[in-house]
Nanobody, 125 residues
């Protein structure tokens, strides 16, 4: 599986962005899809995920109510809609695919099998 993330950019605080991640291959629906972010000098951190099968979504507390992840299995694409962006949301955002993600590992980067290249989000105050 190859993942290609896009949609990052420079925005002002309070603005919105939508990130997209397109996956190659014919087995997209069999993967749980996660979004992670990494700011300079910090570790890669979980942002959101959508589970394979039922599409249930999960979010880190800091983005609940502002970010929404969704998937379109017909288009092999997962999205991250980011509203009310804050300067602390600035980071490189990565999408990831994992075949055997369970509740206890959903936020663990090591549980994911494939990664996109990252797309940079910059938020000015």
């Amino acid at each position: 599986v190859q993942l290609q993330a896009s949609g990052g950019g420079l925005v002002q605080a309070g603005d919105s962005l939508r990130l997209s991640c397109v996956a190659s291959g014919r087995t997209f629906s069999s993967y749980s899809m996660g979004w992670f972010r990494q700011a300079p000098g910090k570790e890669r951190a979980f942002v959101a995920s959508t589970r394979r099968g039922d599409g249930r979504t999960y979010y880190v507390d800091s983005v609940k109510g502002r970010f929404t992840t969704s998937r379109d299995n017909a288009k092999n694409t997962v999205y991250l809609q980011m509203n009310s962006l804050k300067p602390e949301d600035a980071a490189n955002y990565y999408c990831a695919a994992g075949r055997n993600i369970i509740m206890s590992t959903i936020g663990n980067p090591q549980a994911y099998d494939y990664w996109g290249q990252g797309t940079l989000v910059t938020v000015s105050s």
